[in-house]
């Protein structure tokens, strides 16, 4: 399903006028948030004014799907490729992929990434199967961005932390416990200053945040902040903080942005790499939630998704189904770049669901493919196979599950005498067997033999 080549109406103006106005691009995802963790999407336990002026002047997608961890989800956001296709462990990318990085710098855009990268050697060397998998992954270096400030680059027993006294990798030299320095101020400096210095050329920028993932510790706006000695103290208290914190944060990029004169000319797109953690219950509506991250229910999955470019993208909500792997060909098409005939990629452009220059195809299903294994912590997971549409999921072990409405319920169903359960169930079950088909990593090899030859 690749969706490329076309020019959006400004990119057209900009090539008629010879003047490289191609649109700038920026990508945020925040770390473990669910559609709970945000006010425009009825939650009601953090304070989220920016995201939620965001929303209001953009497009809230209501139906934005992610993997439940953060390394299955990022793999796919970058490569548009699903897990099965590319899968090797945790907090492992394999070198030889290609990112939208490499695409955008290819195609004459100025390229930066900062905030967390954790793609290139995740185990600690203790672990057992660790001597394999150590260092095996993709330096920042070589992920196709002109510039990067990322936090865990290398090897995890040197991450530090990524809040207070920050540790980061930028452009090639390492930064170790910066004092009285806080991790997600310095990416947005960072970031900001990299906009300044191109702000007439075109800029693809990919921030994954650190924030709101555990360790819940103080933020700048926190009461204890002032004591330095408590700046990295852990409690679950602290989350409402965090998560008001990366508002603040997206709230002072978008103002770099505006005060740059760039907003009439830059697509931001706000996402999160899977719900929220599971030692988090927050309010949605008049219900609470408890987190899902690293499980396949709703609650683990289904994350935001926000689409602002004032006077190109009209206010609204879209019900469209949108999931991890559907990033880089997006971004590709607003762009005007060509994804090589090459690459297999299973992702689906969503430009035509935001912007009118672009036709509008909507994508009628998601696929799952999901086991974070083999990684330190990680073997007490199992591999969850499934497919889903707006109404219905279907676990490739035979479950069928009703999933109607804008909440995280699953309710078993029996599709006997439901036609549309009965349908439902071939309608998935056909796209879990086509899926499963070459080209596969070999982590789901064996998964093929399972499913077979699709009909």
């Known amino acids: ?40 999407y009825g939650g009601r336990s953090y304070r989220t004014p920016n995201l939620d002026r965001l929303a209001a002047s953009g497009l809230r997608f209501t139906h934005a799907y992610s993997q439940p961890l953060c390394t299955p989800t990022r793999l796919q956001v970058m490569t548009g490729k699903y897990n099965h296709r590319n899968w090797i462990c945790f907090g492992i990318l394999d070198p030889a992929e290609k990112t939208f990085g490499h695409l955008m710098t290819a195609a004459g855009y100025r390229t930066c990434i900062a905030g967390k990268w954790q793609l290139q050697s995740y185990d600690p060397p203790d672990y057992p ?26 090897h995890t027993e040197d ?38 210095r191109h702000r007439d ?5 990919y921030y994954p945040m ?36 990366m508002d603040e944060i997206v709230g002072r990029l978008v103002k770099h942005v505006d005060d740059l004169g760039l907003r009439q000319r830059t697509l931001i797109l706000f996402y999160s790499d899977n719900g929220t953690d599971r030692r988090i219950v927050s309010k949605l509506g008049d219900k609470e939630v ?13 994350v935001p998704l926000i689409a602002s470019w004032p006077a190109h993208i009209a ?16 971004i590709c098409q607003v762009a005007g770049v060509t994804i090589p005939s090459t690459w ?95 080209p596969l990593s070999q982590a789901a090899l064996t998964d093929a033999a399972v499913f077979g030859k699709p009909d």
Not at 3 to 12: M, Y
Not at 201 to 205: L, Q, R, T, V
Not at 213 to 241: G, I, K
């Open 1 to 40: 399903m690749i969706a490329c080549g076309s020019l959006s109406g400004i990119t057209r103006l900009a090539a008629a006028n010879g003047n490289d106005q191609r649109p700038n691009i920026i990508l945020i995802m925040a770390d473990d948030l669910g559609i709970e963790g945000l006010g425009c």
């Open 315 to 330: 206010p609204g909500t879209c019900d469209d189904l949108v999931d991890s792997s559907d990033f880089l060909p997006t």
């Open 290 to 302: 408890t987190g899902g991250k690293n499980r396949p229910e709703q609650n683990g999955i289904r």
């Open 129 to 154: 199967g660790a001597a394999k998998r150590r260092g095996i992954g993709m330096h920042p270096r070589d992920a196709g961005f002109e510039e990067y400030s990322l936090f865990h680059s290398l």
């Open 210 to 245: 650190a924030l709101p993932h555990w360790p819940m510790v103080p933020t700048p706006r926190s009461a204890v902040w002032a004591d330095p000695a408590r700046r990295l103290e852990e409690s679950t208290a602290y989350f409402p903080d965090m998560v008001e914190y």
């Open 344 to 438: 297999h990629v299973d992702g689906r452009s969503f430009a035509g669901s935001m912007l009118k220059d672009f036709p509008h195809q909507p994508r009628q299903w998601c696929f799952f493919w999901y086991d974070p294994r083999p990684g330190w912590d990680k073997d007490k997971h199992t591999r969850h196979i499934f497919a889903l549409d707006h109404d219905y999921k279907l676990y490739s072990d035979g479950r069928l599950v009703r999933i109607t409405g804008l909440g995280f319920d699953e309710t078993p169903v029996a599709d006997a005498g439901s036609p549309a359960a009965a349908a439902a169930r071939t309608k998935l079950q056909q796209v879990i067997d086509r899926m499963m088909q070459p």
């Open 159 to 196: 991450k530090g932390s990524r809040y207070a006294n920050p540790t980061f990798l930028r452009n090639g030299t390492l930064h170790r416990d910066v004092a009285d320095k806080y991790g997600e101020d310095l990416n947005v400096e960072f970031i900001a200053d990299f906009m300044r």
């Open 201 to 205: 050329e075109p800029m693809f920028i």
